[in-house]
């Protein structure tokens, strides 16, 4: 079954230190994997995909994230955090099932602390 | 470029009313459109999918139907709302590869 894990409920980062949020996912074939940010009573924002190609990904607002095939990992990074990265962030791979509907994971709630 | 609108934004029912959500999208045509319900603001489960003007796909069987009488525009409906519908209702929209989401309509059903 096709699936995609969060495996933490909340990441507390300092402001100014590297922050990864972690993802992992189960899916058939190559996936397309998809990194959001939600900030409170917002509709989700797209921050980077992986289709093909580079295994580092670059995104939005300083964000990158890095494909592992091995570790069938997606993990997001940023190199120094900042009060205004906090948000709820969620993970997502394409079903493969068609029409392009994507599996989400259960969101990681990331608090930067000045 | 394109953008995509909800409304209403914030929606106070009572148990057993009527709900109509709507959402439309500018600036594309024919685009495949789906919609989301997000429970406790945490995870995402997906209703309804469309990849046409009259073609609806369900994914859960529940108290909701949908709608797209238009190219660009997808209505969330129910006859009788249940206290299990609250939530943050998103619509999204896709475009090669990609979901782009709406702003939301927070739904409390009382």
């Known amino acids: 079954a096709q699936s995609v894990a969060q495996p933490e409920d909340q990441v507390n980062v300092a402001e100014g230190n590297p922050l990864t949020v972690k993802c992992t996912y189960s899916?058939?074939?190559?996936?397309?994997l998809f990194w959001y940010v939600q900030y409170p009573n917002r509709g989700l924002q797209f921050l980077l995909k992986?289709?093909?190609?580079?295994?580092l990904v670059k995104g939005s607002y300083g964000f990158e994230a890095e494909f592992n095939k091995s570790q069938t990992s997606f993990h997001l990074k940023k190199p120094s955090a900042l009060v205004s990265d906090s948000a709820l962030y969620f993970c997502?791979?394409?079903?493969?099932?068609?029409?392009?509907?994507?599996?989400f994971g259960a969101g990681t709630r990331l608090a930067v602390h000045p | 470029s394109q953008t995509i609108h909800q409304w209403p934004a914030t929606l106070v029912q009572p148990v057993g009313s009527p709900l109509s959500l709507e959402c439309t999208v500018e600036?594309?045509?024919?685009?495949?459109l789906y919609w989301y319900r997000q429970a406790a603001g945490r995870g995402l489960q997906l209703l309804f999918y469309?990849?046409?003007?009259?073609?609806i796909s369900s994914e859960v069987p529940q108290n909701l139907s949908a709608s797209r009488p238009q190219d660009r525009q997808f209505i969330l409906s129910s006859k009788k709302l249940l206290l299990s519908d609250s939530g943050f209702y998103l619509c999204?929209?896709?475009?090669?590869?990609?979901?782009?989401f709406g702003p939301g309509t927070r739904l409390t059903v009382l």
């Open positions: 999204a929209w896709r475009t090669a590869d990609t979901q782009y």
């Open positions: 899916v058939s074939g190559n996936p397309y």
């Open positions: 992986y289709i093909t190609g580079d295994n």
């Open positions: 997502a791979v394409r079903d493969t099932g068609g029409y392009n509907k994507l599996i």
């Open positions: 600036g594309t045509s024919n685009p495949n």
């Open positions: 469309s990849v046409g003007i009259g073609q």
